[in-house]
């Protein structure tokens, strides 16, 4: 199983980012998938999840209205797209599969808010 995750940077508040999460290893369009992110000096947090099909996609409050989960089955990649970003989603973000916020061993992509 690998995860890869891209797309971090650094962006002012307000601003937006694209995280790609390219998978391998298994059979991704059966899987359920999460974004999980963890900032610095706490445990990680949930933000996000979508059902194997691609039907279903559920928020943690704190992002809900501003992130939108989604996924190509074809190219075996999940997306989060994060809009009006604020300094408090400044984290690691990292995929994982099914709904389970443990790190399969990817990196995971740096995102920080800041002005």
């Known amino acids: 199983v690998q995860l890869v995750e891209s797309g971090g940077g650094m962006v002012q508040p307000g601003g937006s980012l694209r995280l790609s999460c390219a998978a391998s290893?298994?059979?991704?369009?059966?899987?359920?998938m999460s974004w999980v992110r963890q900032a610095p000096g706490k445990g990680p947090e949930w933000v996000s999840g979508?059902?194997?099909?691609?039907?279903?996609?559920y928020y943690a409050d704190s992002v809900k209205g501003r992130f939108t989960i989604s996924r190509d089955n074809a190219k075996n990649t999940l997306y989060l797209q994060m809009n009006s970003l604020k300094p408090e989603d400044t984290a690691l973000y990292y995929c994982?599969?099914?709904?389970?916020?443990?790190?399969?061993g990817g990196q995971g992509t740096q995102v920080t808010v800041s002005s």
């Open positions: 979508i059902k194997a099909g691609g039907g279903r996609t």
């Open positions: 994982t599969r099914g709904w389970t916020v443990a790190r399969s």
């Open positions: 290893g298994f059979t991704f369009s059966t899987y359920d």
